[in-house]
């Protein structure tokens, strides 16, 4: 059963020093390999800054050497395109520390076919998670945004990957967008040990109370709900002013019914 946690931070900066800190405190307790899908957008660019900052104590505290980097998401463009989720946390924070590059695991978005690009991901997901069957890779974390949609990774309202059992990756078109877009499944969401939900600014208040409080199994951020893993909400005061009321545990158990 998923636990869950909200936590309401004043600001985009003190929203960060909190991931870093839920973050690095989780890397640092893991033992062997920890595995996270890092959020593209740009809410998490200032986490992605301040853990790769050589004046904070978080670039000092990670096991970059063992800690392997996964996309929750990406869009159909190069890694040095300027939409490239890869591109803005290789910039951001992999370029900046020592990882190694065998631990970066982009999807490769220039494929000309997105579905391509998804089959190849799901394949290096199987590979390294040494997956043989149809039990979805666990992360030690996944790091989430959502849209004003409600759309979260690049599951997008009435998409049809809300409904993908099998599939670890997936390349649905997104009509708003007029576009493809490459993405976790919910079976893989749902599997991780951590998601943490990053959700800054006004224009975000009126979806977190409709998520929260609104009818439920329609914005695909209520469908995450990890089966056995901590499910984290981080909200700056901005995005979660409009928030009503949050009853988690039965928010939870309604969403089910
Ligand atoms: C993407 C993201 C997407 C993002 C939300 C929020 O590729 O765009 O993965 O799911 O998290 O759109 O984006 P912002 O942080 O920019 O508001």
Redesign the pocket.
């Known amino acids: 059963m998923a636990s869950n946690l909200l936590e309401i931070v004043p600001d985009p900066s003190a929203l960060a020093n909190r991931a870093a800190q839920m973050i690095s405190a989780q890397a640092v307790s893991a033992e062997g390999p920890f595995t996270i899908a890092l ?6 660019k200032r986490l992605y800054e301040l853990l790769a900052d050589p004046r904070a104590d978080y670039r000092k505290q990670l096991p970059w050497e063992r800690m392997h980097f996964f996309w ?4 159909p463009v190069g890694p040095d395109h300027p939409d490239s ?1 890869y591109r803005m946390a290789w910039e951001a924070m992999l370029s900046r520390v020592a990882v190694p590059e065998e631990n970066v695991h982009r999807i490769a978005g220039e494929m000309l076919i997105a579905e391509d690009a998804a089959v190849a991901y799901e394949s290096g997901l199987r590979t390294f998670f040494r997956i043989a069957n149809d039990e979805p890779p666990r992360f030690d974390l996944v790091l ?4 004003d949609d409600g ?4 599951i997008f309202p009435g998409s049809e990957v809300l409904h993908e059992k099998r599939k670890l990756v997936a390349a649905p078109w997104v009509e708003k967008l007029r576009t493809y877009r490459i993405t976790l499944t919910l079976p893989v969401l749902n599997n991780a040990a951590t998601v943490l939900f990053l959700v800054s ?1 006004e224009d975000k208040a009126s979806m977190v109370n409709q998520v929260f409080n609104g009818e439920p199994n329609t914005f695909p951020a209520q469908f995450i709900d990890p089966a056995n893993g901590l499910l984290t909400w981080l909200f700056d005061e901005a995005a979660a002013n409009k928030l009503r009321k949050v009853n988690l545990r039965s928010q939870i158990s309604d969403l089910k019914s």
Request: hydrophobic residues 15%.
């Open positions: 959020s593209g957008g740009s809410t998490p929750s998401d990406e869009r989720n989430l945004g959502m849209g759309h979260t990774a690049s600014g």
